[in-house]
């Protein structure tokens, strides 16, 4: 069984930073793609960044300059540095990987932590 949990959400003001993470735990043998996903109120889910097992990475277009995604392998945790944060980036966020395990490769997401920006 393998599980992502994400934490480090919350509560800022615009123009504040917060930097959610999300460790993945279970009978893994490798993770390739680590990435963030969000849903606000009433839309549908949307990319936020993705980086590769090599550290490539690729964001949406309005989170390019502001946000940072980054991951350590030895921890099977990925990051999302989130600086500049508006009222538009107000979401559940989700972590999203592609593992490996001894019997299949699959998606897997997280259940998502909240963050809101404050005006």
């Known amino acids: 069984q393998v599980q992502l949990v994400e934490s480090g959400g919350g509560l800022v003001q615009s123009g504040g930073s917060l930097r959610p993470s999300c460790a993945a735990s279970?009978?893994?043998?490798?993770?390739?793609?680590m990435g963030w996903y969000r849903q606000a109120p009433g839309k549908q889910r949307e990319l936020v960044a993705v980086?590769?097992?090599?550290?490539?990475?690729n964001y949406a277009d309005s989170m390019k300059g502001r946000f940072t995604i980054s991951r350590d392998n030895a921890k099977n945790t990925v990051y999302l540095q989130m600086n500049s944060l508006k009222p538009e980036d107000t979401a559940v966020y989700y972590c999203?990987?592609?593992?490996?395990?001894?019997?299949?490769?699959?998606?897997?997401w997280g259940k998502g932590t909240l963050v809101t920006v404050s005006s």
């Open positions: 279970g009978s893994i043998v490798r993770i390739n793609y």
């Open positions: 999203n990987a592609g593992i490996n395990t001894a019997v299949s490769l699959r998606d897997y």
């Open positions: 980086i590769s097992s090599g550290g490539s990475t």
